[in-house]
């Protein structure tokens, strides 16, 4: 059993109850059905280390001190291990950072945040601007891409020495922006300019109508503009004015044996986007 779900509220006190309730209630009948259940894997996140709140220990690791709750995270960790004992299956939760995917209608989508601004951007005839606070430019900070994500987390879920434990999961390696921002900026061939703390809900909200142009101008699928803008979280992951990174040694040290080289990352995942016609193609000199 693979949990991934999520319902968000705009507490996190009120994120426990829905969270917690679901993964219960599912675990309750699963149980109840499957004989031969065999493991329950769970998708974590920072928010164990506390990284949403401010400055964190880095490299998170693992067994890190716990912070005060209310965190579901947490409680839905410790659910599992009570649950989990004196029983034939065993449990994984995993750790990833900010994932890299193509998913659409995505509230936590940082691939495509990137690059329908960027987009956006060039149509205005714009410079690239990192429209973060100015602190998190220089910063240090991992992603994990949700292909990786996916293999280590059936790798976790179908090893033995895996078995109720946690795993930070990251591609391998770690960037600032301010030396993949410019390089972002090249891949859709626009000039780069110094950052400018911009909150993307404010400047990208009122959007819509120069999106639903650039669909017609260049034949892109008709995806509502909600369903390929997740600014609330392009702010906060650019609000982030502290080193964000985890220790991925564990799974490697058991045997995941995966790396993914970000910025490699995000110009394969920004060409999926252009071949599935969600973001302009452009037309490259030459």
């Known amino acids: 059993m693979f949990f991934t779900q999520l319902q968000d509220k705009p507490t996190w006190g009120e994120l426990v109850e829905p969270n917690l309730t679901m993964l219960i209630n599912v675990v309750n009948i699963i149980e109840s059905i499957a004989d031969n259940l065999e493991h329950i ?8 280390y506390g990284a949403h709140y401010g400055p964190f220990k880095t490299p998170a690791k693992e067994n890190d001190g716990g912070h005060m709750p209310p965190e579901f995270n947490v409680d839905q960790q410790q659910f599992l291990e009570k649950q989990q004992a004196g029983k034939n299956w065993t449990w994984s939760a995993l750790r990833p950072s900010v994932v890299g995917g193509t998913a ?20 205005f005839g714009l410079p690239l601007r990192f429209p973060g606070k100015p602190g998190a430019y220089d ?12 293999k280590a987390t059936v790798w976790a879920a179908t090893n033995i020495q895996c078995a109720n434990q946690a795993f930070n999961i990251t591609n391998g390696d770690l960037i600032r ?13 626009m000039e780069v300019a110094p ?4 909150p993307l809900q404010t400047i990208m909200g009122d959007k819509v109508s120069v999106w639903k142009s650039m669909q017609q101008k260049y034949k892109l699928e008709k995806h509502s503009y909600e369903d390929v803008s997740s600014w609330g979280f ?19 040290r058991l045997g995941f044996h995966e790396y993914i080289e970000t910025e490699q990352m995000f110009f394969d995942l920004f060409d999926e986007l252009k071949k599935q016609k969600v973001i302009p193609g452009f037309h490259k000199p030459g």
């Open 104 to 123: 659409l209608a995505n509230p936590m989508n940082l691939v495509l945040v990137i690059a329908v601004y960027a987009a956006i951007s060039k149509e």
């Open 195 to 198: 950052p400018l703390h911009m």
């Open 177 to 189: 922006w301010n030396d993949l921002w410019p390089k972002i900026a090249n891949y859709f061939e």
């Open 139 to 150: 910063k240090l900070m991992d992603i994990t891409d949700s292909r990786l994500l996916a």
């Open 41 to 48: 894997s769970l998708m974590q996140g920072y928010k164990v």
């Open 234 to 252: 392009g702010d906060f992951v650019f609000s982030w004015d502290y080193d964000f990174f985890s220790d991925g040694s564990k799974a490697r």
